[in-house]
Structure formats: C-alpha cells, structure tokens
C-alpha cells in the first residue's frame, strides 16, 4: 500500500548511492547477499533476545535490499539478480517469525505460525500472479522497474518492514502484532485471487 509513495520519495536518493556503490566496483548481486548476511544476524539477535541491536540489523538490511535495485538499474539488470532477490526477500520475511518464535516459544510460536502462513499465501499468489502477467504478456512500472510483475496489496514491503519494526520495538507485544498483520497479508492475498480471477 505504502510502496508506491515511498518509492517516489527515495528512489533518487538510492540512485545516487547505486551509482556511488557501481564506481566502487560493487555489483547488485553483491548487495543483494550482504543484505540477506545484515538479516540473519537480525534474526540470531531476535533469538537472542537482543531487539534493539536487531531493529538497527533490519533497517540496515532493508537499505540495503533497496541499494540493489539501484545498483542494477546503473549497470545492466539481470534475470538472475531478480531471482536472487526475491528469493532472499522471502527468506528474511521468514526469517523474522521464525526467529521470534524461536526466542519464545510459548508466547510466540502459535501468532509465528499462523503470520508464516499468511506469508507463504500470499507470497504464493503474488509469484503466480507474475508468473501469470508473464504468460499473457501483462506489464507494469508502478513499482518501479521490476524483473516481475508487482501488483499492489494492503500488505507490501514497507508494512511488512514497520511489522518487524514494531514486534522489535514491543516484543511482549509480538504475538497481537503478529496476528493484525496476518489479517492484512490474508486481505492482500484474498484481493490478488480475486484480481487474478478478472484478470486470468
């Protein structure tokens, strides 16, 4: 929901410091992996119970996921590189819930669980949506330039990213905090189906 806008206000910024990171000799696929390193060790400080240190390991890995685009954008993009990303992408959003419910089982696991899934539903819908738009040729900048088809949603990377935020900053508070933003990743999923249903 938010992207969009937040992408119009720093995308300039991000190309300066991608253009910085290509004369220094640092590719996108670089970036892409150092942010995915940044955010396993947010996840080992989550499990640790060490928050404060794994919100500044998120914003930071976060930078970083956004620096690739960039990086890509002033050299050449590349099929592989949209792969790795999204792939690395789903993977720390994974990452988190899990390690939250590693740090506390018993408050945590079930709200982990039920968050996961509502990832695993609505990552699905959103990669066969792609895959789809793909198929039929379907095209669109509205997130900038993409290697796949980007539709919108009620729950989109920067939600998800003040979601990880907030359960740092109020960890008793994980598990409502969990279980409101799997409502908004349910209602993103079951809107994409409907769209896909139009559309397909």
Known sequence: MLDGVIRKNIEPALDRLGIALVRLGIG???????????????GLAIVAEAYALALVLILMSRL???LDGAVARATMPTDRGGFLDITLDFAFYGLVP???????????????AILLLSFYVNGASFLAYAVMAEKKGLSTDRRGQKSLYFTTGLAEGVETIIAFCLFCLFPGAFAPLALIFALMCFVTAGARILLAWRTF
Not at 98 to 112: K, Q, R, T, V, Y
């Open 98 to 112: 899990a390690a939250f419910a590693l740090a506390d089982p018993g408050e945590n696991a079930a709200a982990a």
């Open 64 to 66: 970083a996921d956004g």
């Open 28 to 42: 996108a696929d670089q970036v892409t992996i150092g942010a995915f390193v940044i955010a396993l060790f947010s």
